[in-house]
C-alpha cells in the first residue's frame, strides 16, 4: 500500500532539498518520488543530504509536467497555504487527509504534491489537484520548509497505514467501484466543457464556473462506474455529427 503514495516535488530550486525530502520519505516507509522540473538534478547535493535514502534519491522520476507525475493518481492533493478563492474539497488536518489518503492507495496510487521552496504550488497547479490540504502551525509563523512540510505529511500517512483496521485479507475493490484517475478525470471535464459550449450554456470561458464544477464532482468523488455513466450522458446530450 505504501508504494502506491507518491510524493511530487515540483521545480525544487535547492537539490539538497530533495535529498532531505527523500530522507524524509524513507524514514516512513514512502519510496516513489517523482520531481516535476527541477533546477538542478541529479547532484551531489541531493545525494549527500539524502543520507542514507540515496536509494530514493537514484530511483526518482524527473518529468516536465505536474500532469506527468499525477495522470495514474485517483486522489492528488496539494499541500498549500488554504485559498479560499479556489473552491477544492480541503484537509484542514493532516490526520483526516491521511486516512483518506490509505484508503484510496489500498488499490491505486495517490499523490502528495508540493510546490517551490519560496512561493509553493500555483494556483494552476492546485487546480490540477483534486484537493488541498494545510499543516496547522503558529499564526504568526507558520513557514515550514520542504522537507519538514513532506516529513509531517508522510508520518500522518504512515501513522494512518499502520492504525488502520486489520481484517485479513481483503480482495481488491472491483474496478468500476474504485476512483478514477486523474487523467480520466481531465477527459471527463473536457468532455462537459464541450458540452455545455455547444448547448449554449457558456457563451464564453468561464474559468470560475468550471472551477466550480470541477470542485463539485472532487466533493462527490464518483466511482469510475459512475463517470462512466455520465459520461454517456453527456454523449446523449451531444448533437449528432453531421456524416
Not at 533546477?39 to 530514493?56: H, M, T
Not at 488499490?107 to 509553493?120: I, S, T
Request: proline content about 7%; hydrophobic content about 40%; glycine content about 4%.
Amino acid at each position: 500500500m505504501l508504494s502506491n503514495i507518491r510524493i511530487v516535488l515540483v521545480q525544487t530550486y535547492h537539490p539538497g532539498n530533495i535529498g532531505q525530502a527523500a530522507r524524509a520519505m524513507k524514514t516512513m516507509g514512502l519510496t516513489d518520488l517523482a520531481l516535476v522540473n527541477p533546477r538542478q538534478f541529479p547532484d551531489s547535493e541531493a545525494s549527500r543530504l539524502a543520507a542514507g535514502a540515496e536509494d530514493i534519491v537514484d530511483a526518482a522520476r524527473v518529468v516536465t509536467s505536474l500532469d506527468a507525475a499525477i495522470d495514474d493518481c485517483v486522489q492528488v492533493v496539494g499541500a498549500s497555504a488554504r485559498l479560499r478563492s479556489l473552491p477544492l474539497p480541503h484537509y484542514d488536518e493532516p490526520e483526516t487527509l491521511a486516512r483518506t489518503l490509505v484508503e484510496h492507495a489500498e488499490n491505486d496510487p495517490v499523490a502528495l504534491v508540493f510546490g517551490r521552496e519560496r512561493f509553493g504550488l500555483t494556483n494552476d497547479e492546485i487546480r490540477r489537484c483534486t484537493h488541498q490540504v494545510s499543516i496547522p502551525a503558529n499564526p504568526d509563523y507558520g513557514i515550514l520548509n520542504l522537507a519538514q512540510a513532506v516529513q509531517v505529511l508522510a508520518y500522518e500517512t504512515f501513522k494512518a497505514w499502520r492504525q488502520r483496521p486489520e481484517s485479513g485479507y481483503r480482495p481488491p475493490r472491483p474496478r468500476g467501484e474504485r476512483a478514477p484517475t486523474r487523467e480520466q478525470l481531465d477527459h471527463f471535464h473536457a468532455h462537459l466543457s464541450r458540452v455545455l459550449a455547444d448547448s449554449g450554456f457558456l457563451t464564453q470561458p468561464h474559468a470560475r464556473t468550471e472551477a466550480q464544477l470541477q470542485a463539485l464532482f472532487a466533493r462527490a468523488q464518483p466511482s469510475r462506474k459512475e463517470l462512466s455513466l455520465l459520461r454517456g450522458l453527456l454523449r446523449a446530450l451531444e448533437p449528432a455529427s453531421d456524416e
